[in-house]
Every structure is written in structure tokens, then in C-alpha cells.
């Protein structure tokens, strides 16, 4: 068959499927290494159930199941009435098969025939004809797709469909020599920071953040720190829009705070209201009986029933997106990501975030026997603030898992970041000024921490500079209490300290009117820098 090539079936064409399935004897002997090799055929027991039709119904399949097997967990008579469906009804000639032996890989085609009951010693079994391809060169986990090691890594995993592997599969039985697999690695590459993305933040050339993608190819998960104003969540996101071509499909943004868990974040179990079996048998009665029984004139049970579904969260959503779209990049932003409880929110993938190319059972299992990783084409860009002393620092193992860029006022490319800002629109550079000047008081009450800087987001926006208080609102509203708790218990008078008219004192910057204000010694309109701000 041709590689890609639909199955004909009547007058439709059926895409062709993919299947992994695994067989042993009673001894646990894996049986492509004799009646399934030697016989080309695969089998699936059915031991002790009765004889099926190829289109009886999941439901029927399960009620028979349910019947003869009634002393097995509900979840292993589920898992047997799929896979006899599967067997049954939905496996065709044409489709792909793959079982292992250990490490060695097993490929071949299903032969034309519908699936059969035939008595062994071994006891009743579904069996369909195989045309194996490798069984005597066999493949190992090593040749194939990374993404197909997780299914065929886990020898516990039962009959599962592969059929979103089928194009590697075809290449795998060399029915298309021209191609090669898609290998361990996506296609995804990150581009280099632009200018264009730098004057997009305001800074002068992309030097930090080309060094941001750097650190993202050599490890995919990068936290950007620092104190408060300094840009760090608008950095993130405009990193995720131009590391995914400006895709908003493939950006996802979460916040963390303290009651932040596994289930928000990758998936669990929730509420679903629907309507009861008495809603649905109301529906159609006149509206002079809405609310009251027909038969009895008794109010109706309005209440809806309630169910729990497993719903994927943000980080699987997105993982699953990223497996299938492998040329393309996806960027997960935690906002906050220090103020949840990182070892509750990330559970089993605190693993996978140090080994990418590895697999992992999920909690829930809803896996389903395939295993699941994040794929290399997914990047996480976490922020942290460093002068919230409310949140705990992170851990040593979630640290080992991340590189660390600081974004701080003292320091490039935050330091002259306001300055910049406020010349490009061609705005007086009081705010910088005071700013410096506030940040050199802060740091000379508090030399031993750093991290009770202020940042220069506060002032970059347009309000702030074209109302006749802008600037003082800010400073009452946002700087002063921001002071008040670095400060808190020290009986400092923040205001005597840090208030705006002091620092205007201190800089010779008099109050001015309309948009801003000027040096006291400069012509109007003509803003000067404070004394030390410039290298």
C-alpha cells in the first residue's frame, strides 16, 4: 500500500489506522515469538465470554462483560470491552500493527478478513491475519520517534490506537524510502530576539533578550525575577509572542496563588451540571404546568444532576497541542509562579520538566497505558517576585529545573528603561529623576536587601505624565504604600522619608503643572538628567 493511502471501503475511503497491541501465553511468553509469527495472525483472549458479532455495540460488549466477568475491577471490564470492540469492529485490512518483545519492535500489515474465533491451548481468541514485515530484523525503542516510545515504552499498556503516528509507522515498514521519521526532536527551532522586538520593550539593542533565547534552547523553562514594577510579566508575554510567531492559540497564561493545585493546573476532576431524567421528561409541557408535576400537580424536581468530568488544565491543553503541531512553538507564562505550592501544582512533572525526553503515568490515568511528556516544543516562562515576602522562596529541586534572568532597577536593561520611555515620546524625565533618587534612599535604608527596589513600569504609562497629578497619584496610591511595608514596624514616617515633595526637594525638581515638571535650573521643556544616572 501506497504510504498514506486511504482504505476503501464501499463508496467511502477510510483513513488508514494505526494499532498497538501485545500478546502472551500462559507462561507470559510473548506470542509474536511463536503462534503469531509462525502463523501470521495476532489474537486477543476471550476466554470465557461468549461469541460477539463484529457490530454489536460498546454497549453491548460491555454489558456481556459485565456479566461474565463480574469479579474483575470496573476499570479492567472497561478496558476489555474497547479493546474486543476495537478487534472487532474497527481494526481493517490495511491498517499498521506494532507489538514488542522487550525492546525489539515489531511492524506488519493486517491482511484482508474479518476477526475470527478460534480455540487454543491457551483457551478462546479473536483472531485476525498479519503480514509482519521485520520479524526477523526487528526494530528497537531506540529507532523510533521519540513520541512513540511512551506507548510502546510501557509494557502494561494494552491494545491502543496510534493512528496520529501512522505517517512515522509508514516510513518505519519503508513503504516510502524517500522519507525519514520525524525523529526525537521537534522541528520547532526558537528565532533570535529582533530590534524590533527589543524597541518593543524599550530597550536599546536585544543583547539580554537574545540571551534569554539561548538559555530557552539549551533548557526550555525560564523564570524571570525581580522586584515590583520592573516588567517582568509584560516581558514574558511579549517573549511568548515572539517566540510562537505571534500565535495566540499557542500561548497559554495561568497565575499561581496559594490555593493553586494539580487539578487547576494540569487536570482533575470537576462539577457538570445536566439535566435530571424528570427535567427531560417535563420538556414540552405547557407553560401553565412549568414548575409542577403533570400527573400529581406536585412541584417539579427542578434540580439538575451532577457529574464529575476529568478536565485537562492549562499545562496538558497546551502539551497536547505541541504534540501534534511538532514545527511549531507553544509558550506556557506563569504568572506569580512563587506563590504556589510548586511541589502540590506540578506533582508527577516536577520529573519531566528536568527530562524532557522521558515519560511519565499520569495521577488520573487518563493516559491511558501511552504515557505522557512534555514535548521540547513547549516553553514555560515563569515570573517571580522577589520582594514579596509573604511567599516562600522556591525549592532547590523546582530551582534545578528553571534558569534564572533578572529583570532589577539597578541593572540593564531595567536601569535606563524609563528614560528611554519617557524621551522616545518626548516627555520631561522628572519621573526617572525621582525615581533614582528614591531608589538611592530605599538603598541606603536597606543595603542588605536589594530586592526593595521600585521598578519603572509605574510610571510608563500615559496618565501618569499627561494629568496635572498624575505623578502624584502614583506616588500616594502605589509607591508610598509599597514603602509603608518595607518598612513596616521600623516607625518610619514614610512620607518624611520617601514623599514626593521631599525627593523633589532633594532633585531640584520644583512641582510643575499639565503634563510634568522640569529642573528648577533648566529652561522650560528642557528636561536634564539627575547627577550620576548615566554610565
Same mark, same amino acid.
Given at each position: 500500500?501506497?504510504?498514506?493511502?486511504?482504505?476503501?471501503?464501499?463508496?467511502?475511503? =477510510?483513513?488508514?489506522?494505526?494499532?498497538?497491541?501485545?500478546?502472551?501465553?500462559?507462561?507470559?511468553?510473548?506470542?509474536?515469538?511463536?503462534? +503469531?509469527?509462525? /502463523?501470521?495472525?495476532?489474537?486477543?483472549?476471550?476466554? =470465557?465470554?461468549?461469541?460477539?458479532?463484529s457490530e454489536t455495540d460498546p454497549k453491548g460488549i460491555r454489558e456481556v462483560i459485565d456479566t461474565y466477568c463480574a469479579d474483575l475491577s470496573a476499570s479492567r471490564r472497561n478496558e476489555i470491552a474497547v479493546s474486543i470492540h476495537i478487534f472487532l469492529s474497527r481494526m481493517e485490512g490495511g491498517d499498521v500493527i506494532v507489538t514488542t518483545d522487550g525492546d525489539s519492535v515489531y511492524l506488519g500489515?493486517?491482511?484482508?478478513?474479518a476477526a475470527t474465533y478460534v480455540s487454543t491451548g491457551d483457551g478462546t481468541v479473536l483472531q485476525r491475519p498479519v503480514k509482519w514485515v521485520n520479524v526477523d530484523t526487528p526494530l528497537t525503542v531506540d529507532d523510533l520517534p521519540r513520541h512513540l516510545t511512551g506507548p510502546l515504552g510501557n509494557p502494561s499498556a494494552g491494545l491502543l490506537e496510534l493512528s496520529d503516528s501512522i505517517a512515522d509507522? %509508514?516510513?518505519?515498514?519503508?513503504?516510502? *524510502?524517500?522519507?525519514?521519521?520525524?525523529?526525537?526532536?521537534?522541528?520547532?527551532?526558537?528565532?533570535?530576539?529582533?530590534?524590533?522586538?527589543?524597541?518593543?520593550?524599550?530597550? *536599546?539593542?536585544? %543583547? +539580554?533578550?537574545?540571551?534569554?533565547?539561548?538559555?530557552?534552547?539549551?533548557?526550555?523553562?525560564?523564570?524571570?525575577?525581580?522586584?515590583?514594577?520592573?516588567?517582568?510579566?509584560?516581558?514574558?508575554?511579549?517573549?511568548?509572542?515572539?517566540?510562537?510567531?505571534?500565535?495566540?492559540?499557542?500561548?497559554?497564561?495561568?497565575?499561581?496563588?496559594?490555593?493553586?493545585?494539580?487539578?487547576?493546573?494540569?487536570?482533575?476532576?470537576?462539577?457538570?451540571?445536566?439535566?435530571?431524567?424528570?427535567? %427531560?421528561?417535563?420538556?414540552?409541557?405547557?407553560?401553565?404546568?412549568?414548575? =409542577?408535576?403533570?400527573?400529581?400537580?406536585?412541584?417539579?424536581?427542578?434540580?439538575?444532576?451532577?457529574?464529575?468530568?476529568?478536565?485537562?488544565?492549562?499545562?496538558?491543553?497546551?502539551?497536547?497541542?505541541?504534540?501534534?503541531?511538532?514545527?511549531?512553538?507553544?509558550?506556557?507564562?506563569?504568572?506569580?509562579?512563587? @506563590?504556589?505550592?510548586?511541589?502540590?501544582?506540578?506533582? %508527577?512533572?516536577?520529573?519531566?520538566?528536568?527530562?524532557?525526553?522521558? $515519560?511519565?503515568?499520569?495521577?488520573?490515568?487518563?493516559?491511558?497505558?501511552?504515557?505522557?511528556?512534555?514535548?521540547?516544543?513547549?516553553?514555560?516562562?515563569?515570573?517571580?517576585?522577589?520582594?514579596?515576602?509573604?511567599?516562600?522562596?522556591?525549592?532547590?529541586?523546582?530551582? @534545578?529545573?528553571?534558569?534564572?534572568?533578572?529583570?532589577?532597577?539597578?541593572? /540593564?536593561?531595567?536601569?535606563?528603561?524609563?528614560?528611554?520611555?519617557?524621551? /522616545?515620546?518626548?516627555?520631561?524625565?522628572?519621573?526617572?529623576?525621582?525615581?533614582?533618587?528614591?531608589?538611592?534612599?530605599?538603598?541606603?535604608?536597606?543595603?542588605?536587601?536589594?530586592?526593595?527596589?521600585?521598578?519603572?513600569?509605574?510610571?510608563?504609562? *500615559?496618565?501618569? $505624565?499627561? $494629568?496635572?497629578?498624575?505623578?502624584?497619584?502614583? +506616588?500616594?496610591?502605589?509607591?508610598?504604600?509599597?514603602?509603608?511595608?518595607? $518598612?513596616?514596624?521600623?516607625?518610619?514616617?514614610?512620607?518624611?522619608?520617601?514623599?514626593?515633595?521631599?525627593?523633589?526637594?532633594?532633585?531640584?525638581?520644583?512641582?510643575?503643572?499639565?503634563?510634568?515638571?522640569?529642573?528648577?535650573?533648566?529652561?522650560?521643556?528642557?528636561?536634564?538628567?539627575?547627577?550620576?544616572?548615566?554610565?
Amino acid at each position: 500500500m501506497v504510504a498514506g493511502q486511504g482504505i476503501t471501503t464501499g463508496e467511502s475511503e =477510510r483513513p488508514r489506522h494505526a494499532w498497538l497491541i501485545r500478546g502472551v501465553d500462559l507462561a507470559g511468553v510473548p506470542l509474536i515469538r511463536s503462534v +503469531w509469527r509462525d /502463523k501470521s495472525v495476532c489474537t486477543l483472549s476471550v476466554d =470465557r465470554l461468549p461469541a460477539l458479532e463484529s457490530e454489536t455495540d460498546p454497549k453491548g460488549i460491555r454489558e456481556v462483560i459485565d456479566t461474565y466477568c463480574a469479579d474483575l475491577s470496573a476499570s479492567r471490564r472497561n478496558e476489555i470491552a474497547v479493546s474486543i470492540h476495537i478487534f472487532l469492529s474497527r481494526m481493517e485490512g490495511g491498517d499498521v500493527i506494532v507489538t514488542t518483545d522487550g525492546d525489539s519492535v515489531y511492524l506488519g500489515e493486517f491482511a484482508e478478513g474479518a476477526a475470527t474465533y478460534v480455540s487454543t491451548g491457551d483457551g478462546t481468541v479473536l483472531q485476525r491475519p498479519v503480514k509482519w514485515v521485520n520479524v526477523d530484523t526487528p526494530l528497537t525503542v531506540d529507532d523510533l520517534p521519540r513520541h512513540l516510545t511512551g506507548p510502546l515504552g510501557n509494557p502494561s499498556a494494552g491494545l491502543l490506537e496510534l493512528s496520529d503516528s501512522i505517517a512515522d509507522l %509508514e516510513v518505519l515498514l519503508d513503504e516510502d *524510502p524517500s522519507r525519514t521519521p520525524s525523529g526525537s526532536v521537534a522541528d520547532a527551532e526558537l528565532p533570535d530576539a529582533t530590534q524590533e522586538l527589543a524597541e518593543k520593550l524599550t530597550m *536599546p539593542d536585544p %543583547e +539580554w533578550l537574545q540571551e534569554c533565547v539561548e538559555v530557552l534552547r539549551d533548557r526550555p523553562q525560564l523564570i524571570l525575577y525581580g522586584p515590583s514594577g520592573t516588567g517582568k510579566t509584560y516581558t514574558a508575554l511579549a517573549l511568548a509572542r515572539h517566540l510562537t510567531g505571534d500565535r495566540q492559540a499557542n500561548i497559554r497564561l495561568v497565575q499561581f496563588h496559594p490555593s493553586y493545585s494539580y487539578e487547576d493546573f494540569f487536570e482533575g476532576f470537576r462539577p457538570r451540571a445536566f439535566p435530571s431524567a424528570k427535567q %427531560e421528561g417535563e420538556k414540552g409541557m405547557a407553560g401553565s404546568l412549568s414548575g =409542577r408535576d403533570r400527573s400529581s400537580g406536585g412541584p417539579v424536581d427542578t434540580r439538575p444532576d451532577i457529574v464529575f468530568e476529568l478536565v485537562s488544565g492549562p499545562l496538558k491543553a497546551l502539551a497536547e497541542d505541541a504534540e501534534r503541531s511538532k514545527g511549531e512553538t507553544f509558550v506556557l507564562v506563569i504568572d506569580e509562579i512563587n @506563590r504556589g505550592h510548586l511541589a502540590k501544582v506540578f506533582g %508527577e512533572l516536577y520529573f519531566l520538566l528536568e527530562y524532557r525526553a522521558e $515519560h511519565v503515568h499520569l495521577l488520573y490515568g487518563s493516559d491511558e497505558g501511552r504515557r505522557f511528556r512534555l514535548p521540547p516544543n513547549l516553553v514555560i516562562i515563569g515570573t517571580m517576585n522577589t520582594s514579596d515576602r509573604s511567599i516562600s522562596f522556591m525549592d532547590a529541586a523546582m530551582r @534545578r529545573r528553571f534558569s534564572f534572568m533578572e529583570l532589577h532597577p539597578a541593572r /540593564k536593561p531595567v536601569r535606563y528603561l524609563l528614560r528611554d520611555w519617557l524621551e /522616545k515620546r518626548k516627555l520631561p524625565l522628572d519621573a526617572a529623576i525621582l525615581l533614582d533618587a528614591l531608589n538611592t534612599r530605599i538603598e541606603r535604608a536597606r543595603l542588605d536587601d536589594r530586592d526593595f527596589r521600585i521598578g519603572p513600569s509605574y510610571f510608563m504609562r *500615559p496618565a501618569v $505624565h499627561t $494629568h496635572s497629578r498624575g505623578l502624584d497619584r502614583v +506616588w500616594r496610591y502605589q509607591i508610598l504604600p509599597l514603602l509603608t511595608e518595607l $518598612h513596616w514596624g521600623d516607625d518610619v514616617d514614610v512620607e518624611a522619608e520617601y514623599g514626593l515633595d521631599v525627593l523633589r526637594q532633594e532633585t531640584s525638581l520644583a512641582a510643575g503643572t499639565g503634563h510634568g515638571a522640569v529642573r528648577a535650573d533648566s529652561p522650560a521643556g528642557a528636561p536634564t538628567a539627575a547627577p550620576g544616572a548615566t554610565e
